[in-house]
């Protein structure tokens, strides 16, 4: 091999990206190797030495464990093995909202460096606190995910998330510092200020939500700003699903290369699991902190190994709060083989799906990322979408509101009425349910700054 060929320099635009399509991997940095790239059967037994400290632990100092555990007639001395954590309990939210607000800590609040929560849309929030170890942690498996997107240290990264008590903001803040790149806290909103600060910092790092940084994106081409140009190189998305179409009309549009990494408050916040470029509908696990389980989530048993089912996570050794087995009703599939980008930790599918945000349409289940994939192939429109449910003379009735590109307008009334018959045509092919298809102007469907909501679910209960 050349020497030419050797260094690739990952700062410039586009050059981490190329060298991953390339097969380049070992031009591009991974933070902990050791952990990263170590035998599964090294991951194992570090999983199991740490599974049986947990177990342990959240029995001593947490009472309601404790209580679960001596119910169930379990003791932490019969965690013998990783099979062995189906014996435990699991913990679901409303476990976590019982106890409000401190119920579940495992240390005095004085030990306490920080708290955050989970917006609570319905009651109470969930309230999380992370001990000093446990911000360590958080920061380093935030570091290892953006390193695994093309970050390196000396990176300029703009935040556009908000900070609050929203853990998205902070997790990354403290992960990119600790990675060594300069933060900038703008936040979320402004985004004329945002695209002027990128231009004047030479910020080269966005973190966004998918659609606040299509938002952006759309917003400087209105401004006459010149992605090409621009010294933006990589984007992090998180707080949000990041539909495939959506994040390569990003790349593509911005000149950027884009990941999303994945991650709930209840075990820690973003920094569970995240792409590398070498499988981008994957995300690597952090599997030293994180034991997984794929479960059915009706029956609550294991999935075989690379089958769709509920993911549920025990965090290893995390202080404030030890949750076993937590039930986070996302749907994905774990894969355990080597990955091309040389780590060796088990890369879960994104997750596209919640078993609780499944629709039941006239009696057929219906997911949002159905209905997001159909659109996805037809290039007549956008990735923003709305749909709504309503009750029409007592049935069920589904409304898919999709937005058309600039140029697939027509001003014929037939050639716009073909293509919305085409479009419902093809829902109707996958969903198994007729929709209503409504074409929307471009620009016509609202720009999310947080979280996009894509369902409106109007029926009568
Ligand atoms: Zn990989």
Not at 78 to 102: C, G, H, N, S, Y
Not at 275 to 290: G, N, S, V
Request: glycine share 10%; charged share 25%; net charge negative.
């Amino acid at each position: 091999m050349s020497e030419a060929m050797d260094s690739i320099d990952v700062t410039k635009k586009g050059a981490a990206l190329a060298a991953a399509e390339a097969g380049r991997f070992d031009a591009l940095p991974i933070y902990k190797p050791e952990i990263e790239c170590a035998s599964r059967e090294d991951i194992r037994a570090l999983q199991l030495e740490k599974l049986k400290e947990t177990v342990a632990y959240a029995y001593e100092r947490v009472p309601y464990y404790r209580q679960k555990l001596d119910e169930m007639g379990v003791a932490p001395s019969d965690i013998q093995t990783l099979e062995d954590v189906r014996k435990l309990p699991f913990t679901d939210k409303a476990v976590l909202r019982e106890t409000f607000p401190f119920g579940l800590f495992a240390v005095p609040l004085d030990d306490i460096r920080e708290l955050h929560s989970s917006s609570g849309t319905t009651g109470k929030p969930v309230v999380v606190g992370y001990t000093d170890d446990d911000m360590d942690m958080w920061s380093e498996c935030i570091a290892r995910l953006v390193q695994m997107a093309g970050v390196v240290p000396g990176d300029i990264a703009q935040m556009a998330f908000g900070y609050g008590m929203f853990t998205g903001g902070f997790g990354l803040h403290y992960g990119l510092q600790r990675l060594g790149c300069a933060m900038i806290p703008a936040g979320s909103g402004n985004t004329e200020r945002h695209i002027q600060m990128i231009e004047d910092y030479g910020t080269t790092v966005l973190v966004a939500t998918p659609s606040y940084a299509m938002h952006i994106c759309e917003v400087g081409e209105k401004m006459g700003y010149d992605w090409e140009k621009s010294p933006l190189r990589v984007g992090l998305f998180g707080g949000e699903p990041c539909p495939p179409g959506l994040k390569a009309e990003i790349e593509r549009r911005m000149h950027i290369v884009c990941t999303d990494n994945y991650g709930l408050t209840e075990v820690m916040g973003p920094g569970v699991s995240g792409e590398c470029l070498a499988e981008r509908y994957q995300q690597h696990i952090a599997e030293d902190h994180f034991l997984w389980e794929v479960i059915d989530p009706e029956t609550g048993e294991p999935v075989g190994e690379g089958e769709m089912g509920e993911l549920v996570l025990t965090p290893l050794c995390k202080q404030g709060i030890p949750v076993l087995r937590y039930r986070t009703h996302d749907l994905t599939a774990v894969h355990t083989e080597p990955c091309a980008c040389g780590r060796t930790l088990a890369r879960m599918d994104k997750v596209r799906s919640r078993s609780d945000d499944m629709l039941i349409i006239r009696g057929t289940n219906v997911f949002p990322s159905q209905i997001e994939d159909v659109l996805t192939g037809i290039e007549e429109v956008t990735p923003h979408y709305h749909i709504i449910v309503e009750t029409r003379g007592g049935m069920d009735a589904l409304i898919v509101e999709t937005e058309l590109r600039p140029e697939a307008f027509r001003d014929s009334f037939e050639a716009m009425d073909a293509l919305r018959a085409r479009i419902a045509e093809k829902l109707k092919g996958t969903l198994l349910v007729a929709p209503e298809v409504r074409l929307v102007e471009p620009g016509g469907i609202e720009r999310a700054i947080g979280k996009a909501k894509h369902v409106d679910d109007r029926r009568e209960k």
